[in-house]
């Protein structure tokens, strides 16, 4: 079992930054691959990034590319979303998720561990 609880959410104006983290407890959360997805008001959960169990590898779409980086540090049990150059269209519920297993997805339906979500709002 992992219970996940995301921080770091809040109110920004555009262009700037926010840095989310995910807290995981229970053991053994470096050999689960982490990932962020997002929902904005109306839209389906889409997939943000996601990180292999040793972080060595990451994969985020095109439209974050070069904006948002995942990162993790097993020894505090912690993933981590560093969102730059913030617009208006990233305003949504972030959410980090969990899979056993080395290999980061981007299927949210493979990832059987979700926490509650954390609000970001990027203000024009």
């Known amino acids: 079992q992992v219970h996940l609880v995301e921080s770091g959410g809040g109110l920004v104006q555009a262009g700037g930054s926010l840095r989310l983290s995910c807290i995981a407890s229970?053991?053994?959360?470096?050999?689960?691959?982490m990932c962020w997805f997002r929902q904005a008001p109306g839209k389906e959960r889409e997939f943000i990034a996601a990180?292999?169990?040793?972080?060595?590898?990451?994969y985020s779409p095109d439209f974050v590319k070069g904006r948002f980086t995942i990162s993790r540090d097993n020894a505090k049990n912690t993933v981590y979303l560093q969102m730059n150059s913030l617009k208006p269209e990233d305003t949504a519920v972030y959410y980090c998720?969990?899979?056993?297993?080395?290999?980061?997805?981007?299927?949210?339906?493979?990832?059987?561990?979700w926490g509650r979500g954390t609000q970001d709002s990027v203000s024009s």
């Open positions: 998720a969990a899979v056993r297993g080395p290999i980061a997805r981007m299927d949210l339906r493979d990832y059987g561990y």
């Open positions: 229970g053991r053994s959360f470096y050999m689960n691959a």
């Open positions: 990180i292999t169990w040793s972080g060595g590898d990451s």
